[in-house]
């Protein structure tokens, strides 16, 4: 069976006041008669007060800032890993992907995808150009114009023997999460310009049926 997009699911400061604080030990009862400016206390001075001069040049107002979307944290017990292979056994009639662990014990995870979808992976991980664009190639093309970075790919479930995967991406506003099958997934973070982390949840090696992504509910 070929892997299918799941229905869910895979950061002024103030001026202090001029007068003292209450409470701080400062007296703040008036000055005396005796040493205040004659204008204030002769009634027939007529001399007028000077205005105050401006203090500056007016403060330019400021422009507002996007706001930037939270980064909602990464549940789950992920581990490193790579695209080893794409091929097709025979008598077999769907192409199989192999993701390898980075690390030891370095086990295997390999699943089914559809034949032209294992095309386009396998031109991503051969580095094989197109003489026109294909889909993720136009994709990436996109992302890269509005400056959106790949942080990661994530593989955070599993019905039957259909994989769900996670988009993790980063712009200007902020970073979102998006659904997605594996082997698009896979195939755009391959495509990047620099590498991009795979990341495969613990329990898809450690445990066998259906796993449930996390945030999502206990898996079966």
């Keep these: 069976m070929s892997d299918a997009t799941p229905t869910g699911v895979d950061l002024p400061p103030t001026a202090d006041g001029g007068g ?3 409470g701080d030990g400062r007296e703040t009862t008036a000055p005396d008669r005796a040493t205040a400016p004659a204008s204030a206390t002769d009634p027939e001075s007529t001399e007028p007060a000077e205005p105050a001069e401006p203090s500056g040049n007016p403060v330019a107002p400021v422009a507002p ?4 979307a939270p980064v909602a ?3 789950g017990d992920y581990r490193m890993a790579l695209v080893s292979s794409v091929t097709v056994d025979l008598p077999s009639q769907h192409p199989t992907v192999v993701l390898r662990e980075s ?5 295997q995870l390999s699943f089914s995808i559809a034949f032209p979808d294992a095309v386009v992976l396998s031109h991503a991980l051969r580095r094989i150009q197109t003489p026109r664009p294909l ?5 990436t093309g996109i992302l890269q114009s509005f400056d959106i970075d790949v ?5 955070v479930g599993r019905a039957g023997a259909v994989y769900f995967a996670e988009l993790d991406l980063r712009g200007r506003t902020g970073r979102s999460v998006h659904s997605c099958r594996p082997s698009d997934a896979l195939t755009i973070a391959l495509q990047q310009p620099v590498p991009v982390p795979i990341l ?5 090696f450690e445990q066998v049926g259906d796993i449930t992504p996390p945030g999502s509910g206990p898996s079966s």
């Design 65 to 68: 800032v996007a706001p930037v």
């Design 73 to 75: 944290p990464v549940s």
């Design 151 to 155: 942080v990661a790919v994530r593989l």
């Design 135 to 139: 889909t993720h190639e136009l994709m």
């Design 103 to 107: 690390e030891s014990p370095r086990r």
């Design 200 to 204: 495969i949840d613990r329990r898809l």
């Design 20 to 22: 003292p604080a209450p």
